[in-house]
C-alpha cells in the first residue's frame, strides 16, 4: 500500500508539464511547489493548441492580427536533497509550428514559421516543510500529514537556444536569456490545497533585434494562485488566475508604450493511468487589460512518467 500512495503522490506532484505556450508572458502552472521524493526521475510530453487575437501598436499597420500555434514539448525533471532541503531541476524543450496573420496597410497577408522554441531550465528548493525523504519515509510522511505549509524558492533561466532570425519580426526564439526569480507559498489542509506563487521576468538585451535594431524591455511582475483538491494520490483537479504587469518595451532607446496587463485563468485535471504514468489536460485563457496586446486560449494534454 505504501508503494502504491508513493506512486500516486509523485504523478499527483509532477503532471504538471505546463503545457506550454512559451510564446505567451503569462503561464499558470499549479502544483509546482508540490512535495516530491528526493532521488526521482520525471519525464513527461505534452501538446497544446493556442488561438490569440494580437493587437499592434497602430503606427506598425496591422490590423486584425491572429495567431494559430501547435506546441509539443518534452520535460525532465531530477530530485534531490541539498543543504537538508527537498529541491529538483527541470529542463523543458519545446517544437512549435505556428502561424500569423492579419491585414497589413487593408492587405491580408500571413506568416509561417515551425523550429525550436527557447530552452528553459529551472531550479528550486524547498526552503520550509516539504523534508527531503526518499521512497517509504517519504510515502509514510505523506500519509501521516494532514496539514502543511510549504515555502519555496526557485530561479527560471530561459536561454537563446529557440530559431530567431534578425530579419524577421516575428520569431520563435527571443535572442536573449530571461531570468525568472519565483517564490511560492502553498498550504495543504486535507484534500485541499491553496498556492500562491509571485515572480518576476527580467529581460537582457537583444542587440539584433529586426535589422539590427536593440530591443530591451522592462522587469514583467506576475502573481497567481492556485486550489487544488486530490480526490486520492494521483487524481486531482485545480483551478487557477493570474495577473502579470509590466515589460515595456524600449527600442534604440525609444520607449514603445506598450506596458502589459495581462489577466489569466485555468484549469486542469490529473488522472494516473498506472502507478507511473498518468495523463493531465488543461485550459489556459489569458486577456489583455491594454489596447495593444494579446488575447489568447490554450488547451493541452501532458502524459508523465516517474522512475
Same mark, same amino acid.
Given at each position: ?39 526521482? /526521475?520525471? #519525464? ?9 487575437? =494580437? ?13 494559430? !500555434?501547435?506546441?509539443?514539448? #518534452? ?6 536533497? =541539498? ?10 524543450? #519545446? ?29 528550486? =528548493? ?23 505549509? =510549504?515555502?519555496?524558492? #526557485? !530561479? ?18 527571443? /535572442? ?34 529586426? /535589422? ?49 496587463? /495581462? ?45
Amino acid at each position: 500500500m505504501l508503494l502504491k500512495n508513493l506512486c500516486g503522490w509523485c504523478l499527483c506532484g509532477f503532471l504538471v508539464l505546463g503545457l506550454p505556450v512559451l510564446c505567451l508572458a503569462q503561464e499558470l502552472e499549479p502544483r509546482r511547489w508540490s512535495h516530491l521524493p528526493t532521488g526521482a /526521475n520525471f #519525464a513527461g510530453v505534452g501538446y497544446a493548441y493556442t488561438e490569440a487575437d =494580437i493587437s499592434f501598436d497602430p503606427v506598425i499597420r496591422i490590423e486584425n492580427g491572429e495567431m494559430e !500555434l501547435h506546441t509539443w514539448a #518534452a520535460k525532465y525533471i531530477r530530485t534531490f536533497g =541539498i543543504f537538508q532541503k527537498s529541491a529538483r531541476i527541470d529542463l523543458l524543450q #519545446a517544437y512549435q509550428r505556428g502561424r500569423w496573420h492579419g491585414l497589413v496597410d487593408g492587405v491580408p497577408k500571413s506568416v509561417r514559421r515551425g523550429g525550436l522554441s527557447d530552452s528553459v531550465l529551472r531550479l528550486a =528548493i524547498n526552503l520550509y516543510g516539504a523534508p527531503p525523504l526518499k521512497g517509504k519515509e517519504f510515502a509514510a510522511y505523506r500519509a501521516k500529514v494532514d496539514v502543511e505549509t =510549504i515555502v519555496g524558492t #526557485a !530561479l527560471v533561466v530561459k536561454l537563446p537556444t529557440g530559431e530567431y532570425k534578425d530579419g524577421k519580426l516575428i520569431n520563435l526564439g527571443t /535572442n536573449r536569456y530571461t531570468f525568472r526569480p519565483q517564490l511560492g507559498v502553498v498550504h495543504i489542509r486535507g484534500k485541499w490545497s491553496m498556492e500562491l506563487t509571485g515572480a518576476v521576468d527580467i529581460y537582457t538585451d537583444n542587440n539584433d533585434f529586426f /535589422n539590427g535594431n536593440k530591443l530591451e524591455n522592462d522587469p514583467l511582475y506576475t502573481l497567481q494562485t492556485h486550489l487544488v483538491y486530490a480526490f486520492r494520490p494521483g487524481l486531482w483537479a485545480a483551478a487557477g488566475a493570474g495577473y502579470a504587469y509590466g515589460g515595456e518595451s524600449t527600442v534604440n532607446g525609444e520607449e514603445k508604450n506598450d506596458r502589459k496587463e /495581462n489577466i489569466g485563468w485555468a484549469f486542469s485535471f490529473g488522472y494516473p493511468i498506472t502507478p507511473q504514468l498518468g495523463v493531465k489536460v488543461a485550459y489556459l485563457g489569458i486577456r489583455s487589460q491594454r489596447s495593444i496586446g494579446q488575447d489568447s486560449d490554450s488547451i493541452g494534454v501532458a502524459f508523465s512518467v516517474f522512475w
